[in-house]
């Protein structure tokens, strides 16, 4: 268990990724106890969760297919069992599969879909009873552009994402009567691995469909997690926010 009952403790799912990672660091900056989730990536959770502890922080990893239902529950269960609260859930975990739609194979659909909206269904679902009887809570799910703009050869990502807006926007009306707020980040173009992949010209395509001409850090989103998940937040519920640089406008 952790050291202090009344320390916040902020469960991060999808931790591994570059988002996810910024995100972490940035709620330890704020002092809070950290849990880790990965699915596959356990040599980066680890030293992730290595880094926070030289800090002098609190982190723990967690294993979990998030796609399964009861591994999520099971998974829920630990988090709440070693620090005994969960002040914030990022919904953060996600993955992308491409095709065009014509050549995207039911696989990919149920893939994507299952991976990026039905697994926040689960996690949030045990949680949100967690931080009713707590009488708070922050939960935050990262969304993405494409959920709003549509990305081509995307749209089995393009729906889940949309689905996570509206599913959103239920369970903040449905809890804040309980203290609890629901918001999603929309992050545009983020400089991650995906991103640097891409040759010169289309990085410079890229550029040119986003006002501000330059890509998002993972430090962008960080930060407004860490405003969402604050006190001064606490009369926000509902919204979607972009990072984007002004690729929506909206």
Known sequence: MSDTADQKTVLVTGASGAIGQAIVRRFVQDDYHVAIHFHQNSAVATALQAEVVAAGGVAQTFQADLCDA???????????KQFEHIDVLINNAGILDDALLGFMSDEQWHTVINANLNSVFYVT????????????????????????????GRANY???????????RAVARELAGTGIQANTISPGYIDTAMIADLDERKRKDLLRQIPSRRLGEPQDVAEL??????????????????????????
Do not use: C
Not at 125 to 140: D, F, L, N, P
Not at 158 to 168: D, P, Q
């Open 158 to 168: 393009s729906a889940a994402k949309s689905g996570l807006s509206g599913f959103t």
């Open 125 to 152: 679902r045990e949680v949100s009873m967690i931080m009713a009887r707590q009488r708070r809570g922050k939960i935050i799910s990262i969304t993405s552009a494409a959920g709003r703009l549509g990305g081509a």
């Open 225 to 250: 997690a860490a405003f969402l998940a604050s006190a001064a937040a606490d009369y926000i519920t509902g919204q979607e926010i972009s990072v984007d640089g002004g690729l929506y406008m909206g």
């Open 70 to 80: 009861a591994a999520a529950k099971e998974m829920i269960g630990d988090v709440h």
